[in-house]
């Protein structure tokens, strides 16, 4: 069964930065396109990256961009998002999983407080 385990979450301040860890399973990792996603509390959940099934091709939401990097490492099936300079609007429950998205597993939560 495809299962997702996010974890790296806390709190942080504005500025700071946060390392997010998924580790894949059940699935043919290295085959997989695996994108990042994001929900805070009252909206929808919203995209916020993705990175090809070699790691060649990344794509960001505007939001994000410059400021987070998802890399993946195909040996440990595992999916990571560098989060730099982060914002009170970054603030969420950060999800990762497989294109298309249709499996969910139970995220971790950033929180972005001074």
């Known amino acids: 069964q495809v299962q997702f385990v996010e974890s790296g979450g806390g709190l942080v301040q504005p500025g700071g930065s946060l390392r997010l860890s998924c580790a894949a399973a059940g699935f043919v990792f290295s085959e997989s396109n695996m994108l990042w996603f994001r929900q805070a509390p009252g909206k929808q959940r919203e995209w916020v990256a993705t990175?090809?099934?070699?790691?060649?091709?990344?794509t960001y939401a505007d939001s994000v961009k410059g400021r987070f990097t998802i890399s993946r490492d195909n040996a440990k099936n595992t999916v990571y998002l560098q989060m730099n300079s982060l914002k009170l609007d970054d603030a969420a429950v950060y999800y990762c999983?497989?294109?298309?998205?249709?499996?969910w597993g139970q995220g971790t939560q950033v929180t972005v407080s001074s």
């Open positions: 999983t497989r294109s298309p998205p249709v499996d």
């Open positions: 990175i090809g099934y070699f790691g060649g091709r990344t």
